[in-house]
């Protein structure tokens, strides 16, 4: 078992900036793909970016290509989302999911472990 919990979420105007953060604990954390998605009300959850497990390469969604950018730290067993030029449309709750799949999967039925979830929410 793998437990996900993330933090950093909250209220940011447009054109604002957000890191969200993502501990992992239970298994060894290089062991996982990482990822961040993300469900906007009353919208299907969305895939947003994901990390190999040494963090050498990262696969980000066209709508967020160029603001978003993930990283992790093995050491911290943390796995972060810088959020930039935040857009009301990026209003979401946004969950840290692992999977143990080597390729970057953008579908969240590869990744079996998944957090709780932090809200964002951007204001015009």
């Known amino acids: 078992q793998v437990q996900l919990v993330e933090s950093g979420g909250g209220l940011v105007q447009a054109g604002g900036s957000l890191r969200l953060s993502c501990v992992a604990s239970g298994r060894t954390f290089t062991n996982y793909r990482m990822a961040w998605f993300r469900q906007g009300p009353g919208k299907e959850r969305e895939f947003v970016v994901t990390?190999?497990?040494?963090?050498?390469?990262?696969y980000t969604s066209a709508s967020v290509l160029g603001r978003f950018t993930i990283s992790r730290d093995n050491a911290k067993n943390t796995v972060y989302l810088q959020m930039n030029s935040l857009k009301p449309e990026d209003t979401a709750i946004y969950y840290c999911a692992a999977a143990e799949v080597l390729y970057a999967s953008t579908n969240a039925r590869d990744y079996g472990y998944w957090g709780q979830g932090t809200q964002v929410t951007v204001s015009s």
């Open positions: 990390i190999t497990r040494s963090g050498n390469t990262t």
